[in-house]
């Protein structure tokens, strides 16, 4: 089981680095959920009562200049689509937090697409999730720990 576990996953990181452009988030099994905790708090980030792509979201804090409010993430793995309390322009760089611990969310690795520090959250079940702050930028990183 390991074996076909570790080569499922190597298949989906290759049809993956093929590129995500033209998908449909619903029906590409390249595409799939994540569950993510706070790396500070470790308080659950997911939302169940809002949902994007028909799944539950990942709920943030976020501001923008003066404007403050929530920010919802597709918590599928792949779908960029997410809704927040106000417009942010694009290439906007936004600061994110903990809707909990009001910690701010911050990364050390640099975005692979444009060069800016990503944001971190915990995978529940092992991993980290990496996306980058800044409005249209599609990068994004998973790193999976498989215990």
């Known amino acids: 089981m390991v074996v076909s576990l570790f080569a499922k996953v190597k298949q989906i990181i290759k049809e993956t680095s093929e590129g995500l452009d033209n998908t449909i988030v619903t029906t590409d099994r390249r595409i799939f959920p994540v569950n993510v905790n706070c790396p500070y708090c470790n308080h659950t980030l997911m939302n169940n009562e809002r949902l994007i792509d028909n799944s539950p979201t990942i709920r943030l804090t976020i501001t923008w200049g003066?404007?403050?409010?929530s920010l919802y993430l597709s918590s599928l793995y792949g779908s960029y689509n997410s809704e927040t309390d106000f417009e942010i322009p694009e290439g906007?760089?936004?600061n994110l937090f903990c809707p909990h611990c009001h910690s701010e969310?911050?990364?050390?690795?640099a975005c692979p697409e444009c060069?800016?520090?990503?944001?971190?959250?915990k995978v529940r079940g092992g991993g980290i999730l990496q996306i980058c702050p800044k409005k249209g930028c599609s990068g994004h990183r998973l790193d999976?720990?498989?215990n």
Do not use: C, E, N, P
């Not at 003066?66 to 409010?69: A, D, F, S």
């Not at 060069?115 to 959250?121: G, N, Q, V």
């Open 105 to 109: 969310l911050r990364g050390i690795s």
């Open 144 to 146: 999976l720990s498989l």
């Open 92 to 94: 906007a760089v936004v």
């Open 115 to 121: 060069d800016m520090k990503m944001i971190s959250f």
């Open 66 to 69: 003066v404007k403050h409010g």
